[in-house]
Every structure is written in structure tokens, then in C-alpha cells.
Nanobody, 124 residues
Framework: QVQLVESGGGLVQAGGSLRLSCAASERTFSNYPVGWFRQAPGKEREFVAA????????YYADSVKGRFTISRDNAKNTVYLQMNILKPEDTAVYYC?????????????????WGQGTQVTVSS
């Protein structure tokens, strides 16, 4: 059973930055694409970004493109989400997930293991 643990969330002012980390318990994590999703209160889970197993390709939601950067260090079994120029509308619980299936990167149903989430709050 793969365990994913997110960290790095917190409270930040608008315009600030945070770096989220997603650490996996197994080395096989490096063989899979990984995605970040977020969910705000009263809203549906939303795709944020994804990265292929090698890190050679990345995908972003339009709402974060140019502000967020996803990366990974397979030697450390860790995926990162660098978030810059944060906005109040970025406030949500952020989850990382392993993409175990082969559908669209933006579809949460293609991901089979999820972390517990980390809260990001952006104040105006």
C-alpha cells in the first residue's frame, strides 16, 4: 500500500509563495505520474497540475499556469508544487495523488492513491 504525505501548507498573504511536498512511502512511486488537486469548501475537487514519471512533461490548470510549477525528485520519492503569486482563490486543501490509470491527467478518477491533504490559506 502506497502512502503519500503532503506538507508545506500554511497561511500566506496574497502575492506570497508556498512550496508543497508530497513524499511517498515506496520507491515504485517514481514509476508513476503524479498529480496535485485541490478542494475548497463547498466546491468540487479541482485539478491543479500533473507531472509524468520522468518529469519530462507537466500539465497545469489554466487558473495556475504561469504561477505554479510542479517538479519531482525520484531519488527522494518526492513531488513538489511551487506556488507563487498566490491569490485568495487558491485557498483550499491540496492533495497529491498517484496516477495509476491511463485516462486524462486532469480526471481525479485516474488516480488511485491519495494523500491526506494540506491546507493552504491565502489572505487578501
Amino acid at each position: 500500500q502506497v502512502q503519500l504525505v503532503e506538507s508545506g501548507g500554511g497561511l500566506v498573504q496574497a502575492g506570497g509563495s508556498l512550496r508543497l511536498s508530497c513524499a511517498a512511502s515506496e520507491r515504485t512511486f517514481s514509476n508513476y505520474p503524479v498529480g496535485w488537486f485541490r478542494q475548497a469548501p463547498g466546491k468540487e475537487r479541482e485539478f491543479v497540475a500533473a507531472i509524468t514519471w520522468s518529469g519530462g512533461s507537466t500539465y497545469y490548470a489554466d487558473s495556475v499556469k504561469g504561477r505554479f510549477t510542479i517538479s519531482r525528485d525520484n531519488a527522494k520519492n518526492t513531488v513538489y508544487l511551487q506556488m507563487n503569486i498566490l491569490k485568495p482563490e487558491d485557498t483550499a486543501v491540496y492533495y497529491c495523488a498517484r496516477r495509476g490509470l491511463v485516462g486524462p491527467y486532469s480526471d481525479y478518477r485516474e488516480y488511485d492513491y491519495w494523500g491526506q491533504g494540506t491546507q493552504v490559506t491565502v489572505s487578501s
